[in-house]
């Protein structure tokens, strides 16, 4: 049974950081891209950021650019979103997903995904 259990988020003020964590099991991680996705209230869900399953790549909407980091460690199946410099905006619930195309390029949609975390939420106050 595939679990992608996402963890990390919780209320912090404008300026700080969280890092969010997406742990998997029942698949092989490593083969995997995966991304982070996120859903504020009253609107669509977006893509955030993505890796390719070795890490070699990476790619970042460009809300979150140059402040969230995204990282992976396969010895553990293990993601990881670090998130600096947050925002009132940035405040949503932040999904994790999976993808096994393994195409080189990163999925910026969601139906392109195949397993999903239940989402953590993160607050940010202004």
């Known amino acids: 049974q595939v679990q992608v259990v996402e963890s990390g988020g919780g209320l912090v003020q404008a300026g700080g950081s969280l890092r969010l964590s997406c742990a998997a099991s029942?698949?092989?991680?490593?083969?995997?891209?995966m991304g982070w996705f996120r859903q504020a209230p009253g609107k669509e869900r977006e893509f955030v950021a993505g890796?390719?399953?070795?890490?070699?790549?990476?790619y970042y909407a460009d809300s979150v650019k140059g402040r969230f980091t995204i990282s992976r460690d396969n010895a553990k199946n293990t993601g990881y979103l670090q998130m600096n410099s947050l925002k009132a905006e940035d405040t949503a619930v932040y999904y994790c997903?999976?993808?096994?195309?393994?195409?080189?390029?990163?999925?910026?949609?969601?139906?392109?995904?195949?397993?999903w975390g239940q989402g953590t939420q993160v607050t940010v106050s202004s």
């Open positions: 029942g698949l092989t991680f490593r083969s995997y891209d």
């Open positions: 997903a999976a993808d096994i195309r393994r195409l080189g390029l990163i999925a910026t949609m969601g139906s392109e995904y195949e397993y």
């Open positions: 890796i390719t399953w070795n890490g070699f790549r990476t």
